[in-house]
């Protein structure tokens, strides 16, 4: 079901076959990362993955794609969910089955965790949740995160869950576009107990609001917003 290398830094590689849309390639996923005790590299080549359960992704390991080719079809509640420090995921698409759903979840995140050159379907209720259930987490960067065109979607990345405080986190050159201001409430959702926060590059076109700061609790601190080119028909 996956082939290792012998390489100090352990990757391996799913079979292909498994990305042929039909199959449930989560299990496989999952013992693919057990198998690499001391972290390494998951390459998911080209085709349509199946995600019937979460694939958690414990510290010290990547998941790594060929870009848009490696679709993870999310049909659980979660797609991906880092449970360490460390960890990555970059270069893949997330497609959503159904309203409700969170494509990345950081829920027991700790700290170093990377999401890099990923694209987004419709429907998700977040795409991607920087919420630790735990206090004083962060260093978390998001970079090169794509939205095109998107339908019935809720928040494209949300920061915090207003309860356990989070810091040090930087999004940078997202670009996003909803066919109409109804099919994105939220861009980007800065909630309470959140601080170090810089938000660069970004382009978010329709949309219910585009960057909401502090909601239901005390105000955010030290937020920057800069090189924006462009956040319009909100």
């Not at 960890?87 to 027991?108: E, Y």
């Amino acid at each position: 079901i996956w082939l290792a290398t012998s390489t100090p830094y352990a990757e391996v590689w799913l079979s292909p076959e498994l990305g042929d849309g039909v199959q449930d390639a989560s299990p496989a996923m999952r013992d693919a990362l057990a198998s690499m005790p001391r972290g390494g590299d998951l390459r998911v080549p080209g085709g349509s993955w199946r995600l019937l359960s979460a694939v958690q992704i414990p510290s010290n390991t990547c998941i790594v794609g060929e870009g848009p080719a490696s679709s993870l079809i999310v049909e659980g509640s979660v797609g991906l969910e880092f449970m360490g420090a460390l960890a990555c995921v970059r270069r893949i698409s997330l497609t959503a089955t159904n309203t409700g759903q969170v494509g990345i979840s950081f829920q027991h995140a700790t700290s170093n965790i990377t999401v890099d050159d990923v694209l987004f379907s419709h429907r998700f209720a977040i795409g991607v949740d920087v919420a630790p259930n735990t206090d004083n987490q962060g260093v978390y960067d998001l970079r090169n995160l794509r939205w095109n065109g998107v339908l019935d979607s809720g928040t494209a990345i949300r920061i915090g869950d207003g309860v356990h405080h989070v810091s040090d986190v930087r999004v940078a050159s997202l670009s996003g576009t909803a066919s109409t201001p109804a099919d994105m409430n939220i861009w980007i959702d800065v909630r309470a107990q959140t601080d170090t926060v810089a938000l660069s590059d970004l382009t978010m076109i329709k949309g219910g609001t585009g960057i909401r700061l502090g909601a239901g609790g005390p105000p955010v601190t030290g937020v920057t917003i800069s090189g924006c080119p462009a956040i319009e028909s909100m």
